[in-house]
Nanobody, 126 residues
Framework: QVQLVESGGGLVQAGGSLRLSCAAS????????MGWFRQAAGKEREFVAG????????IYADSVKGRFTISRDNAKNTVYLQMNSLKPEDTAVYYC???????????????????WGQGTQVTVTV
């Protein structure tokens, strides 16, 4: 079982930066593939970025590639999403998610993640 709590969201101007954190509880965190997703008002939840157990492999949505960076610190049971050059279209609720224990691959589908945080709002103004 993994419990996830996001933090770090807020209001920022276009071009600015934010760093989201996701604190995980549960001893299986270090063996869980982690992902960040987002959901804008009136839209479906979409994949943003994912990272493997060790942090050595990452995948990004095309819309954020080159601007966002996902990383993890297994000693702190925390995964991060550094967001730079933010755009108004990045406005959404951002969710941290974990795949079940022992799974090796990063997946983009919402249905492939078993544990979710409550979300943190990110609002980017022009």
């Amino acid at each position: 079982q993994v419990q996830l709590v996001e933090s770090g969201g807020g209001l920022v101007q276009a071009g600015g930066s934010l760093r989201l954190s996701c604190a995980a509880s549960g001893r299986t965190f270090s063996r869980s593939v982690m992902g960040w997703f987002r959901q804008a008002a009136g839209k479906e939840r979409e994949f943003v970025a994912g990272v493997t157990w060790s942090g050595s492999d990452t995948i990004y949505a095309d819309s954020v590639k080159g601007r966002f960076t996902i990383s993890r610190d297994n000693a702190k049971n925390t995964v991060y999403l550094q967001m730079n050059s933010l755009k108004p279209e990045d406005t959404a609720v951002y969710y941290c998610a974990a795949r079940r224990f022992g799974v090796l691959t990063i997946r983009r589908e919402v249905t492939q993640y078993d544990y979710w945080g409550q979300g943190t709002q990110v609002t980017v103004t022009v």
